[in-house]
């Protein structure tokens, strides 16, 4: 059973450009978490999605930023117009949905750079 | 204030060192979690646990529900044991992040 993906790991935009990072849940899971670091400081949560719904958006910047998770597919983390605050590390969580719901596993995350 | 909080911030040991990596939390949570850093940034899950105990190789994780404490342990420790560990209490689906723990482990 994979883990979770996410893709690329290593992704370098220029400043105004858009990023878009993806995650693929293990299989069997419907609830996918975005959380972001920020260089020298911790895991903060962004967002919290299940299929084609948004959960919890509450740590999400209010502009530039969106997260879908479509019925089929990956869930994409997009940051529009990107300035170089948002270099930093993005990790994306799922777990099942069912059972314990704090039973998240961690993809290997994506690291922004904006130059 | 944090609600999770880890100590010790920073830990330096001798190889074959025991390690004692602390966590205590300040809000109910159903889950705690052990997270391991890597130098390159990625992340591993270690533990997931709700009371008790776990142990995975060199690795144990015990959880006291009641004094709201958890503890992470590495017995025989090694330079590749050199990481950021992260406490992470679970509950209702939301994670509280603690600042982590920078393990290094000299030869």
């Known amino acids: 059973n994979a883990g979770v993906m996410q893709n690329p790991r290593h992704l370098v935009r220029r400043r105004g450009q858009e990023a878009r990072l993806r995650c693929s849940p293990m299989k069997g899971h419907s609830h996918v978490y975005w959380y972001r670091q920020l260089p020298e400081e911790g895991l903060k949560f962004m967002v919290y999605?299940?299929?084609?719904?948004?959960?919890?958006e509450s740590g999400m910047p209010k502009e530039r930023f969106s997260a879908e998770f479509p019925k089929e597919g990956p869930s994409i983390l997009r940051i529009q117009q990107v300035v170089r605050g948002d270099s930093a590390a993005y990790f994306c969580?799922?777990?099942?949905?069912?059972?314990?719901?704090?039973?998240?596993?961690f993809g290997p995350g994506t690291r922004l750079t904006v130059t | 204030k944090n609600e999770v909080e880890q100590s010790p911030q920073n830990l330096t040991a001798q190889e074959g060192e025991f390690i004692t990596i602390n966590c205590s939390y300040s809000v109910g949570i159903s889950a705690l979690h052990w997270l391991q850093q890597h130098p390159g940034g990625g992340i591993v899950s270690l533990f997931m646990?709700?009371?008790g105990k776990k142990k995975h190789g060199r690795l144990i994780a015990t959880i006291n529900i009641q004094e709201k404490h958890s503890s992470l342990h590495i017995t025989a420790s090694h330079p590749r044991d050199s990481a950021v560990y992260i406490c992470v209490g679970g509950s209702q689906g939301n994670l509280i992040f603690g600042k982590g723990t920078k393990l290094s482990v000299k030869p």
């Open positions: 646990l709700s009371s």
């Open positions: 969580a799922s777990s099942p949905g069912t059972g314990a719901p704090d039973e998240q596993y």
């Open positions: 999605l299940q299929k084609e719904n948004i959960i919890d």
